[in-house]
């Protein structure tokens, strides 16, 4: 067996989900799992020309390949439902291709409802933190319990232990190392794991685990109650070029310049190996390249300057492959 794990280094719409369907595109995965999250998530995805937002689903289905919602990961029924007619109606083949992990945790509508009433977080209002707790509490609901789930349900361990093929997987992380519940700026975070450890508990141990894609953008953005975006008239402008609106809820993002620290730490805590920074595109029509480190705002002349000097500060770390990306549908 062999796993690569997508994690996102900051909070969030780093371009995870571009990131995972050109890996699917060119890899020899026979499943994608997503392993954390639920219908928070919003994953934008542009295949053969068009767009996509997926809250569930993961993008092995755009590509042929079996997409499983792990354990890890809290399912939304009607949610899940219009998402795989809207990927039906499009021409893929959800229903042999979409799976769900009998243990996987069911938003319910009490879920939605309470979480609905949320105003110290800012959370997306899609039930995920209420359906994490009960989890926890141990007096949740779970995918085995749901009659039109069904058709859709298989034993993550049969499905990957008792495969006559060699099994190769993607985990399609969601959220980020920003928003973690361990790691994240507590209590602005979500109610998952989203590092490397969380896609390890979607039952494929660590000696499996190939490669850990860190996913950045070289900038930041963030959604929530928190007050986070820095003081920088660019940031209105920064905003709009990037489009930097939520995919799940269209809040707007709060914008900050890149704070290497932050990198650093989900690089470290991850073991990423392979590094993409995205919407390089964005600062350079933008023109202005800073980062923050230690507090302070460095600026650079160029994006070859500011990319040279993040690969320079990545050589101590076990890095061995910095891509920095300004396309929507490519690495
Ligand atoms: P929740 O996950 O809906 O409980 O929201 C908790 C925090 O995580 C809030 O600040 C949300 O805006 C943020 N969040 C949750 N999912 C995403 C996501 O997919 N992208 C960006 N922010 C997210
Ligand atoms: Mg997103």
Known sequence: M???VIVDLQFGDCGKGK????????????????????????????????????????????????????PGCALQPKLFFEE????????????NLVKVAENTHIITDFHLKQDSEDEIIGTTKRGNGPAYRDKYARKGVRACEIPELVPYLIDLHDELYKNKEQVEILF???????????????????????????????????????DVWGVAKIYETYVGKKSHEGDDPD????????????????????????????????????GVNKIVFNKIDVLDEVG???????GLIYEFESGEDLQFWITQNLETADVDQIMFSGNKDKI
């Open 84 to 95: 795989l007619e809207e990927l039906r109606i499009a021409g893929y083949d959800v229903d």
């Open 288 to 294: 202005r390249w800073p980062l923050i480190q230690d």
């Open 2 to 4: 062999i796993a690569d």
């Open 172 to 210: 399609e992380g969601a959220q980020g190392f920003g928003l973690d519940i361990d790691w994240g700026d507590y209590p602005f975070v979500t109610s998952s794991h989203c590092t490397v450890g969380g896609a390890i508990l979607n039952g494929v141990p660590p000696r499996y685990i190939r």
């Open 19 to 70: 990131v995972a369907n050109d890996l699917c595109r060119n890899g020899n995965y026979t499943h994608v799992i997503r392993y954390n999250g639920g219908c928070n998530a919003g994953h934008t995805i542009y295949n053969d020309g068009k767009k996509f937002v997926t809250h569930h689903v993961p993008c092995g289905v755009f590509h042929g390949v079996k997409s499983i919602i792990g």
């Open 235 to 270: 940031f209105a402008v920064i905003r709009d070029v990037g489009e930097e609106y939520g995919a799940t809820t269209g809040r707007p993002r709060q914008i900050n310049w890149l704070n290497w620290e932050l990198v650093e730490r989900a690089i470290n805590i991850n």
